[in-house]
Each structure stands twice: as structure tokens, then as C-alpha cells.
């Protein structure tokens, strides 16, 4: 009985690992799947794969209790080497990249600790990094942006994995790209979990550039500019009143389109403005907010603020303004634009 109770705290705790590096992939905009299979190996998973054009990512989470180090590059719980878990992450890795087409990029194993150990710095150590979740993201890297070739090929990995699910065991085949040798990967855990199968189904989320956000936005104010010059030639004596009222039910009406299906300059450039911490739709009222926070500072800083959070994405890591922030929202591209 004692036995089947610590079973289930542990898969419990497994389970608890993959939705917090989940949630700190999708925090971080990373394409990536969940829960996929390890080639050759029925029983078991790989956790979460991380996709960009230059690297896979193949990443356990480990949800560690008790004293989590790495000294002397020795990877220790509770005083016990853990280089058990080092040599199913390589031995994943090279399943993996046998089974990847060819032109594939390299692959990488990490081990992401999510309790104890939750704040280590990425470290090498036996040819995998290990770092703790709050690190994820820096360890990652800025998340890839280019849409087209990553849509491909994460459906070229996850058929990949689908299709060797149950296939024969390949291991101590690694794979060579461009003439180097790949990078073993991850590991997966012993047995299948509760995860969702993926997070990034189809097709990957790019971080709308500023440039293409800037252009949106003027052909949304054009439009908004139209009937505000038609009621001021229809009232040559400039009634102020009937002006605001104009602006403010322009500002409402474009608000609440973006935060639903998107105002026309983002329809227009492939855009949506997405939450940020799931990629789904803002929706109507986080939208009207948005768009509230943005024109009140004009009055309430002379501009100032207004000018600044239009231009905070060109520093910003995921390209949010300031009014972005404040509703957590991100604006996405939705569709490649050729312009």
C-alpha cells in the first residue's frame, strides 16, 4: 500500500513538473510540443520538445524535492549523483535524432528542474543542461520568430515521433547535419503522463515585428481619421462635443474589434492581439481596456506616455507595448504577408 501511495505522489508530481515548464515555454513564445513519444521505447515519454530552426530542444522536467546541486559537475538530490537521469536524457537524444529527417536541425537534451533546484543557472554537465525553470527561458534563448519554416517543421518532428512510436529501438544512431555530429537530447520520464499531447499544434507563433504592427495601426487610424473629418465638415462651427463623442466611439468600437476578431490594419497585416500566457483570443472587454489605456494617457502625460509605449516593442523581449503589459496581451502574426 505504501508502495502504490508513493507511485502516486510521484506521478502526481511528475505531472505537476511538465505543466510549469508548459507554462514557461508558452511564457516565453517557444514552439513546442508535449508528451510525445521516445522512439523505440513504448513505455516512455518525452516530455516537452522545443523547436527553432537552428535547434531542438528536448526537455524533462524534473519536480525534485529535497537538496537539488551541481558541484565539481556532478549533478546531486539529496547527496545521491543523479547521472542516471544524465544518461536517459543522451540515450533519448539519440532516439530522437535517428528518427528526425535528415535536414533536421541539432538536437539538444535539458533537464529543467521545477521545485528544488527551480532557480540554478543553466550548467553543462555530461553533455546535458541543466537548469531550473525560473533560467528557462535566458537558457532558451530569444524565441524564434520565422513562421513559414518552423509551421513545417513541427509537423515534420511530430509525424516524426508519431510514426516511431512503437517502432524498433535505435540506439547509438546520431545522426550527422551539415557534418556535425547532433547534440544528444533530452530524456523522457519512465513512464506516459498526463500532459497534453502539444501546446503548438499546426503551426508556430510568431511575435508580430514592430515595423508591421506600426503600419496596422496607421491604416486603423486612417480609418478612424474618416469620419471624424466628415462630422467636422458637417459642423463648420467645430461643436468639440460632438468631436469627442466621435473619437471616443471610434476608440470603443476599434478596441473591442481587436480584442475580438481584429480591427481591419491587423486583419489587413495577418495580426490578432492574443493573450499572452495561452496564445488564445484577447476577447472584447481585455480589448477595450487595452485600447482605453493606451488613448488616456495622452491627457494624463501630454503624450509622453502615449509616444512611449507605441515604441516600447522595439526593446521590448516579446514585443509587447505598455499597454500590452497591462492586459497581458501580445500581438501575434497570423499568417505570412508578403510584402
Request: hydrophobic share 45%.
Amino acid at each position: 500500500m505504501a508502495s502504490a501511495e508513493r507511485q502516486q505522489q510521484a506521478w502526481e508530481a511528475g505531472g505537476e513538473g511538465e505543466r510549469l515548464v508548459a507554462r514557461a515555454l508558452r511564457e516565453a513564445c517557444w514552439p513546442a510540443l508535449h508528451d510525445q513519444a521516445w522512439p523505440g521505447r513504448p513505455r516512455a515519454n518525452i516530455d516537452h520538445v522545443a523547436l527553432s530552426l537552428s535547434r531542438i530542444w528536448m526537455i524533462d522536467a524534473k519536480h525534485w524535492s529535497g537538496d537539488v546541486t551541481i558541484r565539481q559537475g556532478v549533478l546531486r538530490q539529496n547527496g545521491y549523483r543523479r547521472t542516471d537521469y544524465l544518461e536517459k536524457a543522451r540515450d533519448a537524444a539519440e532516439a530522437m535524432a535517428s528518427v528526425l529527417p535528415a535536414a533536421s536541425p541539432r538536437v539538444a537534451p535539458m533537464i529543467c528542474l521545477t521545485q528544488s533546484g527551480r532557480d540554478l543557472p543553466a550548467t553543462l554537465v555530461d553533455g546535458v543542461i541543466v537548469v531550473g525553470v525560473t533560467h528557462l527561458s535566458r537558457a532558451l534563448g530569444p524565441a524564434p520568430e520565422e513562421y513559414e519554416e518552423l509551421a513545417g517543421l513541427v509537423a515534420d518532428v511530430r509525424e516524426s515521433l508519431h510514426r516511431e512510436a512503437v517502432g524498433p529501438p535505435r540506439h547509438g544512431a546520431v545522426r550527422a547535419t551539415g557534418g556535425r555530429p547532433v547534440t544528444p537530447p533530452l530524456t523522457s520520464t519512465a513512464t506516459s503522463r498526463r500532459t497534453p499531447s502539444m501546446s503548438l499544434p499546426s503551426q508556430a507563433t510568431r511575435l508580430a515585428p514592430w515595423g508591421l504592427r506600426a503600419r496596422a495601426t496607421v491604416v486603423d487610424w486612417a480609418l478612424m481619421a474618416l469620419p471624424l473629418i466628415a462630422a467636422s465638415t458637417a459642423s463648420p462651427s467645430g461643436d468639440l462635443d460632438m468631436i469627442g463623442g466621435w473619437v471616443w466611439l471610434l476608440i470603443f468600437v476599434f478596441a473591442w474589434m481587436n480584442g475580438r476578431h481584429g480591427s481591419p490594419g491587423k486583419r489587413l497585416f495577418g495580426l490578432r492581439v492574443a493573450r499572452a500566457k495561452d496564445g488564445t483570443r484577447l476577447g472584447g472587454w481585455r480589448g477595450l481596456l487595452r485600447g482605453f489605456l493606451l488613448f488616456l494617457t495622452l491627457p494624463a502625460t501630454a503624450g509622453l506616455l502615449f509616444v512611449i509605449s507605441l515604441l516600447w516593442p522595439l526593446v521590448d523581449r516579446r514585443k509587447q507595448t505598455l499597454h500590452d503589459k497591462a492586459v497581458g496581451a501580445v500581438v501575434t502574426v497570423t499568417r505570412p504577408v508578403g510584402m
